[in-house]
């Protein structure tokens, strides 16, 4: 039914819920992906996107909570300050490329305090994820380049494909 309207792109927000019961979330998210349809995750839209890579999640033991939280997005270096409201984690390698059925995938982002991943993106198509709240605007506007990119990618998939 999501690939029947055509969007522009699909967008997974946040929570609440445990990722390990999103399975229809999950194929969903899969189903989109091999469409490679645009896609940004948010939260536990992170986390259903990393099991639609196939990776695992896991409950932290206390969960991260709050502002002011620090975050390295691990394709520019930047650090950013966010804020956090999780308690679930996706388990990727935090240093390597992954494969994917739908082509090799990385970490892109880490929580600085503990080593958590919090962001993913594939490498060969249109869809990335943080763990965080990039609409809280903690920085106050760290995480605001991440909208800009998933319109982007919107933008660009419409150019590749002018029936979009």
């Known amino acids: 039914e999501v690939i029947a309207v055509d969007p522009d792109g699909v967008f997974l927000s946040n929570g609440p819920g445990d990722p390990a019961t999103a399975d229809h979330a ?4 899969q189903g989109v992906l091999r469409n490679r349809t645009p896609l ?4 536990l839209g992170n986390q259903v996107f990393g099991r639609a890579l196939g990776r695992g999640t896991y409950k932290l033991v206390y969960g991260h909570r709050g502002i002011n939280q620090p975050v390295q997005d691990r394709t520019t270096g930047k ?6 409201n999780h308690g679930f984690a996706v388990d990727a390698p935090l ?5 994917t059925e739908f082509g090799p995938a990385r970490v892109t982002h880490v929580c600085l305090n503990d080593d958590v991943v919090e962001g993913l993106a594939l490498l060969d198509q249109p869809a990335f ?4 709240h990039p609409e809280a605007a903690a920085g106050p506007h760290d995480a605001a380049y991440l909208f800009d990119r998933y319109t982007q990618m919107m933008t660009d998939d419409a150019t590749r494909d002018p029936g979009r």
């Open 26 to 29: 999950v194929e969903l998210t």
């Open 129 to 132: 994820s943080v763990q965080y």
């Open 79 to 84: 650090v950013e300050i966010t804020a956090h």
């Open 95 to 99: 240093d390597d490329t992954f494969d």
């Open 40 to 43: 940004f995750g948010i939260c």
